[in-house]
């Protein structure tokens, strides 16, 4: 009996987190306990457990009288969450550059093919697909699956600037050659240039970041606005 509702639990615990990573459920929307109930089928032990799980990795907040919400962050928490990102990101890359397998190496040079076109058409909503993709790629080649759910993780949480960046044509080109640059290392099997490659490109995006900060107006503003 026990197993069953720990199945249960990560059963709904694992279908959020995709939809929360896929953007399916953006920042500050609230996740209706009994609507879960009545989706999966179960009691109401497995849906707040679940929910308890989401909320300890930061993918969702509880609030008094108003249940479990999407986190939506403030910039100084974004700020903060980059710099452990930059950190990931690069051993991700030093790791796939020795270990990507030959299908790897194909799905990498598919997703840069996509961020190719869709950077050509200045299409943001297109490179912003094919961008995950690329990222993805790298996290599963890594071989790690502590550091690509932690990857996965920070990402979610960070969506909503990540993603309006490239609504600015000049950083969509730019990300594109930052991608040429980490695809030839780690094809390239050059763990250094890999991880130095993985660096500035997300130092780039930080200041792309810093940029666009002055947009908004005060540093206690949240990202929920833009997380939509």
Known sequence: MQQHKQN????????????????ALPGGTQIDEQLLVRRFGVSRTPAREALLH?????????????GAVVSSISLREYVGLNEVLASLETLAARLAARRMTNEET???????????AAASQNDPIAYRAANT???????EACRNEYLNQQLRTLRARMRGIIDIRFDRPARMRASLKE???????ILAGDEEAAAHAMENHISAGANNFA??????????STLSGVMS
Not at 11 to 22: A, C, N, Y
Not at 211 to 220: G, H, R, V
Request: charged content about 30%; hydrophobic content about 40%.
């Open 8 to 23: 249960l639990t990560d059963t709904i615990r694992r279908e959020l987190t995709e939809e929360i990573l896929s953007g």
């Open 54 to 66: 989401l909320a300890a990795t930061g993918l969702v907040t509880l609030r008094p009288r108003q």
């Open 106 to 116: 194909v799905a990498l040079r598919e997703s840069y093919a996509e961020c190719e």
């Open 133 to 139: 993709r690329f990222h993805t790629t790298i996290y």
């Open 179 to 185: 991608h040429r640059d980490i695809m030839e290392a």
């Open 211 to 220: 940029d666009m900060l002055s947009a908004f107006p005060n540093e206690q």
